[in-house]
């Protein structure tokens, strides 16, 4: 009984200090974690506040901008079409910058290179309106992040903030994230962090908002020190998210708590 | 030089005592104040216990799940054991969620309020540890 005990503690903590991955079977999407009210509120476009930033998206999508004078619509016509899975392969490596970019960055790349308008300001009304539009036609599509030579540096380092225990309290996001999931912090059940429906309206905040402040609000949260909006270090963790919720069902624009 | 050897056995036992398991001595040379101790431990922005904790403390609707019940811990462990649990549970449990909650080093990216202070100061400490010692079955 005694041996038995000493090697079950054994097992415990060698699975504390190497946080298993979550595997693909036991994977639950934030939504699963939520209350019947709130699901009821992301499953309902009259109800689901982030609709309203999609249909402003919508609108964004066909006005003309920039010196260029061109709309998103002029060279990508139907977003429901050409649109269709590109969010759930986002961060994709983009080979002018020599590393991957998330939607965000995508989309203000087109603003710049394309229509010679200045970017849009993350957590901008406009940027979450375009990213919404652009990500609700991924809706029902799996998540899908290739995965090569090129991008593997990166994929490696949002892996490693990721099981990095950081801020004043000492821990990694994988601590919460993959061992204590389903558990509550003080009421609130702890969810698996997959980033299956960015951007989200969030109650607590009462607006939509981008995975970036989302993973800024964890990281205040463990009293670290967040990282700036559109930092490579931010963008190497989505990529790690993505990559990690693979396979997952992209539910765009998703209700969370 | 007799006196010499004494004091560095005498330190030494207590250097070893700590390590082993406990923090004896009081840190700021003073008893905690119980009434202040509850406080901080419910207070989730400056306690913080009851994000992963539950406890006696039937006013507080939301307690965590992620650590065992605060009750009994007065009966559980000596004060010398708890000091050491709350300073720097990680001498104990490597692998622990718990966070130390009065040391500054060896810690990552910590936010520049926070940099360099502690959890929770010397007084606090003690004002929680004269609390938990008060949580008897």
Known sequence: MRRLCVALGAIALAVSAFAAEIPPSDRRSGYDFMSRETRAMQDDDTANPGMLSVLEGGTLWTRKAGGAGKACADCHGDARTSMKGVAAR???????????????????????????????AYESRELLALSAYVARQSRGRPIE?????????FLDAGRATFHRRQGQLNLSCSQCHDDQWGRSLAGNTIPQAHPTGYPIYRLEWQAVGSLQRRLRNCFVGLRAEAYEYGAPELVDLELFLMWRARGMTFEAPAVRP | MRLAAAVVAAWLTVGVAQAADSIPQSLTGA??????????????HVGLCLLCHSGPFPEERFQGTLAPDLKGAGTRWSEGQLRLRIVDSSRINPATIMPAYHRTEGLVRVAPAWRGKPVLTAEQIEDVVAFLMTLKD
């Open chain 1, 90 to 120: 986002h961060p994709s490596f983009d080979a002018a910058r020599g590393r991957p970019v998330n939607l965000e960055q995508r989309i203000n790349a087109c603003r710049v290179d394309r229509q010679g308008t200045p970017p849009l």
């Open chain 2, 31 to 44: 008893k905690g104040d119980p009434a202040r101790g509850r406080t901080i431990v419910t207070n989730r």
């Open chain 1, 145 to 153: 992040i290739a995965v090569d030579a090129r991008t593997q540096p």
